[in-house]
Structure formats: C-alpha cells, structure tokens
T-cell receptor, first 113, second 116 residues
C-alpha cells in the first residue's frame, strides 16, 4: 500500500518567514495529495490539495508543489503568522484506493512571534 | 450546518467493557471512515465504508467493529476494550466521487477514549 513520509517532524520559524514541509510517497499511481491542518485540540481540516495533473497550486499564503517524477510534494507557507502554528498532515491516495488516504505522521510547525 | 458529530467526546472505561462511539453526518456523504490518532503515529485508519452495507478494514482494524446500516451513521464498536486502545478517535466523511477520485474529508471533533 501507499506509504507517506513527512520531513521535518518539527519546524520552528520566525513570524514573517516562510515554512516548507516536504512529503514523499511510494505509490506512483497516487494522484491526489491533500494537506490537512490540525490546531491544538481541534479536528484536522483541509487547507489545500493538488491532483497529479498540475504541478503547483496556490491559495493566498499557502501553496503546494508536486514532483511526480521524484514522488514528493511540499507545502509552502509564506509570511507566517502565529495562527499558522499547528500540526500539518500530508496524505496521498490513488484511484484504485477506494478513497483511502494514506496520511503522513504530521509536522509540528511553531511560529515564533 | 454541515457537520460530522461524534459521541461521546470523552470516555473513561475499564478493560473488557463493551462500548460504542457513534458518528453521524448530515452531508449525504457516501464515504465514512474511522481514524485513531496517537502521538508520533499520525492518523491511522481503522475501518472505512464506501456506502451503506459496504465496510472494509483499514490499517489497524484489530479490536474494532463497525456497521453501516444507514448512510448517515457509522458507529465504532469496541467489543472488549484494552488499554492499547486508549487514543483519540476521529470519524470522517466525504463524497465518493466518480472514478474513485477522492473528495475532501470532513472530520468530527474527536472522541478521547481512555481504557484502564
């Protein structure tokens, strides 16, 4: 099955700087790559996703890039703010996977004011 | 309001005492799933359901049962809970899109279970 790994496990950034989290996946048939944000004590929520027919997608201060050849995708957060402090989960799924998303173990992002 | 509702939110029980965590969604989603979240292990899928009366094992199904008799409900059953099932549990749902494409997962607020 699909195996998703996230790096680094913890990332501390100064407010205003950029943060980048990278995920690698193992199944070349995977074609959907979402990112979920989980604030402390809250539920995970989708913040951005990308499908394999595009290489980059942006939504205000966040963007996701996909490199299908290398089988990795990254979350970019620019101009970080304290409210960006959270755990971020990447995931991957493929058409034959019955909507099964394989999640990474999560990255703790800490934005230092 | 569109939502996924789990109950109970918090539960402390003892080894071997059967319990059920309920999950209900009001978005007419075909797909529902249960995850457990443990420190350092991320979100691991327990069971999922593609539609009514269709359920399948996820990555960590041992010690759990589910049923999907109605589209909106997907209860998680622990027949004989053990301390290693102490965890934070999330129910989630989404539309099942054509061609097996995946839609956005909507999560419930979570149920924190402690088994003594």
């Amino acid at each position: 099955g699909e195996n998703v790994e996230q790096h680094p496990s913890t990332l501390s950034v100064q407010e205003g700087d950029s943060a980048v989290i990278k995920c690698t996946y193992s199944d070349s048939a995977s074609n959907y790559f979402p990112w979920y944000k989980q604030e402390l004590g809250k539920r995970p929520q989708l913040i951005i996703d990308i499908r394999s027919n595009v290489g980059e997608k942006k939504d205000q201060r966040i963007a996701v890039t996909l490199n299908k050849t290398a089988k990795h995708f990254s979350l970019h957060i620019t101009e970080t703010q304290p409210e960006d402090s959270a755990v971020y989960f990447c995931a991957a799924s493929n058409p034959g996977g019955n909507n099964r998303l394989a999640f990474g173990k999560g990255n703790q992002v800490v934005v230092i004011p | 309001e569109a939502q996924v509702t789990q109950n109970p939110r918090y539960l402390i029980t003892v080894t071997g005492k059967k319990l059920t965590v309920t999950c209900s969604q009001n978005m007419n989603h075909e797909y529902m799933s249960w995850y457990r979240q443990d420190p350092g292990l991320g979100l691991r899928q327990i069971y999922y359901s593609m539609n009514v009366e269709v359920t399948d094992k996820g990555d960590v199904p041992e010690g759990y049962k589910v049923s999907r008799k109605e589209k909106r409900n997907f209860p998680l059953i622990l027949e004989s809970p053990s301390p290693n099932q102490t965890s934070l549990y999330f129910c989630a749902s989404s539309f099942g899109l054509a061609g097996g494409a995946t839609g956005e997962l909507f999560f419930g607020e979570g149920s924190r279970l402690t088994v003594l």
